[in-house]
């Protein structure tokens, strides 16, 4: 069911926003009298599942979830029309209008997308508002993994500043981090504060999930309320409601020390010291070979931990904080791109297709997240768009701009062939980014 959800709220985003895309460029068409023949939400190579004509335009949905698409008659595109171009040009073409007129055009769908998200923030401030983790509420300091140690880290520390700067939202510590080449870390460790060098490999590591930067929580309490599928408790005769208290009589004060215990103890037998109806009882078990036990207690909420801080926005308040958070959102991705294609952080090997963009939804349905996760996407979409790569917007725009430069328009066999071969492009990102989803679900 978690993967229906998923799969569901995936789906009916790509849907908003590919047609909030494709509407920029069907409203700037007819507003320089231009014909648009097709309107479609997704591909219809072959077939359609649903269609209708009204006026002078086909709208459809087809079969194939990659996109869509509007066709705008007298350009060259991915529907390779060729014997349209060999016709004279007719004024309702796209051919036929100016080059400002057609440059308009063809970034009205990322000017929609890119619009549609700072409204989705705006409305999406003023309806929830903002709830974050304050730095400084982090109260029982951070944890980290082996990596995190390896740079100085440890369990515990209270994190202050990343290079000397105050990061108030430590869910963006990370993100900071990674984005700003960020050369130190301060934490306070037994009442002295502590400066912590970042070395260079370790922001590839981070990027690959190692070295993580998190909240440490309390232990308990630990109420179990499921098991996994092949629960080595479960098989030993621990029951559902029986509350975990200690290992082996040692007690723990932090998840992350009963994790490590577990660890350290990885297929060797454990003594669980349980709580069942208020009566103590001692369950011998073996973890697995990951040092697991497969079991899952209720948990406490976020704010049931911690002092989360909200920010709550009236209607007019919540315009110019949504417009704020969509740019900072535009430019923290497109620093992104300086990362992925950097041979030191190998960033592209982490590129992931539908199944990466599918996780990021929730596993039960929250329009807040979805709304987020939306607006974000819309941001994605309308820089990925603009990217000048031929056969996308960015690359059309990209012709467009040398023919106002210059004053000479490339010719059709040249923008056909540039088509091919972006598609060529196109089709070979979408393969790669597709198959590192693959490959991470085999080594799972």
């Known amino acids: 069911m978690t993967i229906l959800i998923k799969i569901l709220q995936f789906v009916l985003s790509l849907s908003i926003l590919v047609i909030l895309h494709e509407f920029g460029h069907f409203v700037m068409a007819k507003l320089f009298k231009t014909r648009v023949e097709k309107f479609y939400l997704f591909f219809d190579p072959w077939f359609s599942l ?14 194939l979830p990659l996109g869509g698409y509007v066709k705008i008659s007298g350009m060259i595109d991915e529907s ?12 309702y073409e796209f051919r036929s209008k100016t080059s400002w007129q057609r440059l308009l055009i063809m970034t009205g769908g990322v000017v929609f997308n890119f619009i549609s998200a700072l409204l989705i923030y705006v409305l999406v401030l003023y309806a929830w508002g903002e709830t974050y983790l304050p730095t400084a509420n982090v109260k029982y300091g951070i944890v980290t993994d082996s990596l995190g140690h390896s740079i100085g880290l440890r369990n515990g520390d209270k994190l202050l500043t990343i290079d000397n700067q105050y990061v108030d939202n430590f869910m963006q510590i990370t993100p900071d981090i990674v984005l700003n080449g960020r050369k130190t870390i301060q934490v306070e460790r037994e009442g002295q504060i502590i400066n912590i060098d970042i070395p260079k490999d370790y922001l590839p590591q981070l990027l690959k999930g190692k070295g993580q930067i998190s909240y440490r929580t309390p232990f308990g309490p630990f109420v179990i309320k499921a098991f996994g599928k092949e629960s080595p408790a479960k098989n030993a005769g621990v029951l559902v409601d029986d509350e975990i208290v200690g290992i082996d009589s040692i007690k723990f004060t932090y998840y992350d020390e009963f994790q490590n215990y577990l660890s350290e103890n990885k297929s060797k037998p454990i003594v669980l ?18 040092g697991l036990l497969e079991v899952r207690s209720a948990g406490r909420s976020l704010d049931q931990i911690f002092d989360l801080k909200t920010l709550k926005y009236g209607f007019l308040q919540s315009i110019p904080a949504g417009i704020d958070k969509g740019f900072k959102t535009m430019v923290d991705y497109l620093k992104q791109f300086k990362i992925i294609f950097s041979k030191e952080t190998k960033a592209y090997e982490s590129l992931g297709g539908f199944i990466t963009i599918g996780n990021i939804f929730p596993g039960v349905w929250d329009w807040h997240s979805f709304w987020n996760l939306t607006a974000f996407l819309s941001i994605i979409l309308a820089v990925m768009n603009i990217l000048p790569i031929p056969a996308l917007d960015g690359g059309h725009v990209m012709f467009l701009l040398f023919e106002v430069i210059t004053g000479r328009k490339p010719s059709d066999k040249f923008l056909e062939n540039a088509q091919i071969v972006g598609m060529i492009i196109l089709f070979g990102l979408l393969i790669f980014a597709n198959g590192n989803d693959i490959i991470r679900l085999f080594r799972k």
Do not use: C, H
């Open 50 to 63: 649903f269609k209708f004509k009204k006026g002078e335009t086909e709208y459809g949905v087809g079969w």
């Open 273 to 290: 010291n349980l709580l069942r109806n208020g009566k103590s009882l001692d369950i011998t078990v073996t973890p697995t070979v990951a």
């Open 80 to 91: 390779m029309d060729k014997e349209q171009m060999k016709l004279p040009p007719q004024p």
